[in-house]
């Protein structure tokens, strides 16, 4: 045992040493939701600037990467990129997106998780998560 230090300074010691380690958490979780929100932000300006046609509504919701009923396919361009495939299902165009996915011994393939349905240049419906994609917090 350390001579001088007592049980309750150490205990005292630990306490201050783990609020501190609690805070860095928490101002380094902050900054990354703040920096997230400042893409989103700057993506939309971007957007904005390349789409002036456009209406804000649709401005946040592509640069959000978000999908809905009623966007042209340059929107869904814009929002998710280049789809997988494209693929025609009656009257309907489906655009397909995938994410990587690792198998047994190392072999990555792709996995699709969204579907985006058109009919002429406008989303009729959308299937699957998006959120899959992994385009939550980023640019």
Not at 49 to 67: G, I, L
Request: proline letters at 2%; glycine letters at 10%.
């Amino acid at each position: 045992m350390e001579e001088g230090v007592t049980d309750g300074k150490r205990k005292e010691n630990l306490g201050v040493k783990m609020k501190m380690i609690k805070n860095v958490l928490i101002l380094v979780l902050l900054s990354t939701f703040v920096v997230g929100c400042g893409l989103k932000g700057r993506r939309a300006e971007i957007i904005h600037s390349q789409y002036p046609e456009w209406d804000q509504a649709t401005v946040q919701a592509v640069a959000a990467r978000k999908v809905s009923s009623g966007m042209t396919k340059q929107m869904v361009m814009e929002a998710l990129g280049n789809p997988d495939s494209i693929n025609q299902e009656g009257d309907e165009e489906k655009w397909t997106y995938g994410i990587n996915k690792e198998r047994d011994m190392g072999a990555v393939v792709r996995r699709p998780v969204f579907w985006v349905y058109f009919k002429g240049e406008k989303v009729v419906r959308t299937e699957g998560n998006w959120k899959k994609l992994g385009y939550t917090f980023y640019g």
